[in-house]
């Protein structure tokens, strides 16, 4: 359970998302932020969604990504029963490119 400060802490973090201005800086925040291990936690599971939305089966995915089959589905069901985050910022991706 998320301690009394939790969403006094997550919207300060989202704040300062919100204030990054160049891929540089992301990066040098997140670098700040995360541990190897939880920034490669959170890529695989935008590339493990990115793949899903592509259609791509579980196999391929998880030989692809190193992924486990329950991060696959934790992801899968976020996309179905999420906030349409991944789906929105996709969409804005797909724009610029």
Request: with cysteine; charged share 25%; hydrophobic share 35%.
């Amino acid at each position: 359970m998320p301690n009394k400060n939790f969403e006094g802490n997550l919207d300060f973090l989202y704040q300062l998302i919100l204030s990054i201005e160049t891929k540089e800086e992301c990066e040098a925040f997140f670098d700040d932020l995360c541990t190897v291990t939880e920034l490669a936690t959170l890529s695989q599971r935008a590339v493990v969604a990115k793949m899903l939305k592509q259609n791509k089966v579980y196999s391929d995915i998880v030989s692809q990504t190193g992924a486990s089959t329950a991060t696959v589905s934790r992801v899968k069901r976020s996309l179905a029963y999420g906030k349409n985050g991944y789906d929105k910022l996709f969409t804005k991706l797909e724009a610029k490119d």
